[in-house]
């Protein structure tokens, strides 16, 4: 068992070499500050919102966007209600937006969607300076285009935004999410675009703008991780995606483990699928000048998936020779308990850095945000099982059923009354 316990522990170093510059990111807000922005100018925006037996959530969303402060002159709504069975479609014409239908049970997912979405407004509309993208589910601080457009008008043409949750504090599941979508947030996105390299959108909540339409040659991503791909595929092609901290979105979480296992199994899945047809551009990129955009995409899509698959073979064939040879399970499962302690501590550390940087935003109760910290190691390490299983199972798209219908002020007034602890 002891070379068990050295494999481990080479499995630990790896880990450690791969990630140790996102430990670096945390201290960059510190010392680097946000540079002030050039005087903005107002553009036209399309929003793009692909919807799918949303009726339950579309309204709320088309609804914050109506109520931005940003000239309500410039923001076209776009909803392509996609393989609906409810009134997805006409919740969202009766809101303001136009809506296109599409029925296609053979090219199902949002990147299909999204494609006869773009094709259409192309077709039908004049073209726009940029483009947002929301999933229904989403609601918009009011001030969030303002704040974008900002952002736009300093020169990035692909922007992501700070991402909260709805629903935070249902439970451990969607607290797991929230903590990791703020920490993706305010450690990774934020200290990239300090340090002046490419952040990375994801799912939803980012902006990209008519040029990098037109040399995308519109929208053909339709992996299982179309974000992912639409990312990778313009840090490979030398764009840089920017990061506006100050426009703020918010989105509803799984609290149902079995919903949860099918979307991340998705998600891990999606990421073999994005480095299967990118990663040979990827390590190229690595050596080229700013290669480390290329460096840090890679890491983010790819080691832990193959690490964490290895040892798991490792450890499960340990498990059984020492089975056969009469030796018991217990002492082959003593290596792989004291990997999970190690694992569970070091996330435990990064979920009570990101708790405490973001104690104000989190909205839940403030012994509810002390838990959760504690449970963010068990949501992360259930990460083990779904990437190992991913890497060999046929995985399909599924839609998400969201149910927490809530508009933005009422989501703000419950936030005020919750939060009554002084950091």
């Known amino acids: 068992m002891e070379a068990i316990r050295w494999i481990n522990y080479c499995v630990a170093v790896l880990f450690f070499c791969c990630y140790l510059y996102q430990f670096v990111y945390i201290a960059v807000p510190w010392f680097k500050k946000d540079k002030p922005h050039a005087p903005a100018k107002l553009h036209r925006y399309a929003v793009l919102i692909a919807a799918r037996n949303e009726e339950k959530v579309v309204g709320h969303l088309i609804d914050s966007i109506k109520n931005q402060d940003y000239p309500a002159e410039l923001v076209q709504i776009f909803v392509i209600a996609d393989n609906c069975t409810d009134t997805t479609a006409q919740v969202a014409r009766d809101h303001g937006a136009v809506v296109y239908e599409r029925q296609n049970k ?65 439970n451990w599941i969607s607290a797991g999410y929230g903590l990791w979508f703020l920490r993706e947030a305010s450690q990774l996105n934020h200290p990239r675009f300090l340090l002046n390299t490419s952040c990375a959108v994801s799912g939803t909540g980012f902006l990209f703008s008519r040029r990098i339409l037109e040399k995308c040659g519109g929208w053909h991503f339709h992996l299982l991780t179309e974000d992912i791909e639409f990312t990778i595929h313009n840090v490979v092609n030398g764009e840089k995606i920017g990061y506006c901290k100050d426009a703020v979105y918010y989105d509803e979480q799984p609290v149902k483990f079995s919903t949860s296992w099918h979307q991340r199994m998705r998600w891990a899945r999606g ?74 501590l070091l996330f435990a550390v990064l979920g009570g850095i990101t708790t405490i940087a973001q104690w104000r935003k989190i909205d839940t109760a403030p012994w509810k945000r002390v838990a959760y910290i504690f449970t963010f ?26 149910n927490v219908s809530v508009s933005i002020s009422d989501l703000q007034q419950t936030k005020v009354s919750k939060d009554t602890t002084k950091v």
């Not at 299909?112 to 589910?137: C, H, K, N, Q, T």
């Not at 190691?377 to 969201?402: D, G």
């Open 106 to 170: 053979t090219q199902v997912g949002k990147g299909y969607a999204m494609e006869v979405l773009i094709d259409s407004i192309e077709r039908d509309f004049d073209p726009f300076d940029g483009y947002f993208v929301f999933d229904a589910d989403n609601l918009l601080e009011p001030d969030y285009i303002t704040q974008m457009n900002r952002t736009f008008s300093d020169g990035y043409e692909i922007i992501t935004s700070y991402r909260n949750a709805k629903n935070y504090g249902d």
């Open 377 to 402: 190691p068990l949501f992360m390490i259930t990460y083990i099982p779904i990437s190992f299983v991913a890497i060999f199972k046929r995985v399909e798209w599924k839609h998400i059923e969201h």
């Open 271 to 344: 990421y073999l699928q994005v480095f299967g047809k990118y990663g040979g551009k990827l390590l190229k990129g690595v050596f080229r000048k700013g290669g480390f955009a290329c460096f840090d995409m890679t890491m983010n899509i790819m080691p832990a998936i193959i690490l964490t698959a290895f040892s798991i073979i490792i450890n499960g064939v340990a498990a059984a020779v020492s089975i056969l040879n009469g030796h018991g399970l217990i002492p082959a499962l003593l290596p792989a308990l004291q990997t999970l302690g190690n694992m569970y």
